[in-house]
């Protein structure tokens, strides 16, 4: 791939294969924390990763109760999108801030992208899921918004552990800010390494 009509296309198929995988990953955590089935941001995850989900858990079953269909899908759409751009002849594509080419990747190698990719994407929705509730909960407080009960469901396991180790100081708590640099410095620790492997 080479040139603007070109470039828009890989962004095109990038940005599309990875908002559905987003919503399939956020079933998947959505489910893990137990978060409201009825909320309407819940409802609508539910309704577009259903028509896949709902035979595939038929062939991949649940592991130790978590939704283990819901990876599998994940992982398949992002290996779909690899094979999409390398089919395509695109030179290379960004994955937690490194550029990897894609010349003469065997399908094994894009198996080993794709998961990576679910990896980064994982701790992008918890990183982006406490920022975005961090913000809300200056913004509107008081009243029920679906998006910011379905964002303190996700963004609890995360939170809860580090707030008993970094108290409010002043009213004020910091335990996002911690949440925040934790995961960026655990996505800098595991993902290089496991694209040099590559």
Same mark, same amino acid.
């Given at each position: 791939?080479?040139?603007? =009509?070109?470039?828009?296309?890989?962004?095109?198929?990038?940005? *599309? #294969?990875?908002?559905? +995988?987003? /919503?399939?990953? @956020?079933?998947?955590?959505?489910?893990?924390?137990?978060?409201?089935?009825?909320?309407?941001?819940?409802?609508?995850?539910?309704?577009?990763?259903?028509?896949?989900?709902?035979?595939?858990?038929?062939?991949?079953?649940?592991?130790?109760?978590?939704?283990?269909?819901?990876?599998?899908?994940?992982?398949?759409?992002?290996?779909?999108?690899?094979?999409?751009?390398?089919?395509? =002849?695109?030179?290379?594509?960004?994955?937690?801030?490194?550029? *990897? #080419?894609?010349?003469? +990747?065997? /399908?094994?190698? @894009?198996?080993?992208?794709?998961?990576?990719?679910?990896?980064?994407?994982?701790?992008?929705?918890?990183?982006?899921?406490?920022i975005v509730h961090v913000v809300l909960s200056w913004i509107s407080q008081g009243g029920h918004n679906p998006i910011a009960s379905l964002l303190f469901s996700l963004t609890q396991p995360i939170l809860k552990p580090v707030q008993?180790?970094?108290?409010?100081?002043?009213?004020?708590?910091?335990?996002?800010?911690?949440?925040?640099?934790?995961?960026?410095?655990?996505?800098?620790?595991?993902?290089?390494? @496991?694209?040099?492997?590559?």
């Open positions: 791939m080479s040139g603007y =009509g070109t470039n828009a296309l890989q962004f095109l198929i990038e940005a *599309v #294969f990875d908002l559905y +995988a987003m /919503i399939i990953v @956020l079933r998947f955590l959505m489910q893990s924390v137990r978060a409201d089935y009825y909320n309407p941001v819940s409802q609508f995850v539910v309704k577009v990763t259903n028509p896949v989900l709902v035979p595939l858990r038929r062939l991949v079953p649940s592991v130790a109760g978590h939704d283990t269909a819901s990876l599998v899908f994940a992982i398949a759409v992002l290996f779909v999108k690899l094979a999409i751009l390398y089919a395509a =002849g695109a030179r290379g594509v960004g994955i937690a801030g490194s550029v *990897v #080419f894609l010349q003469n +990747a065997g /399908i094994m190698t @894009l198996l080993a992208l794709a998961g990576i990719e679910l990896v980064a994407l994982i701790i992008n929705i918890f990183f982006f899921a406490i008993r180790f970094v108290p409010p100081i002043g009213g004020l708590d910091l335990s996002p800010v911690v949440a925040i640099i934790g995961l960026q410095l655990l996505k800098l620790l595991i993902l290089p390494p @496991l694209l040099a492997l590559l």
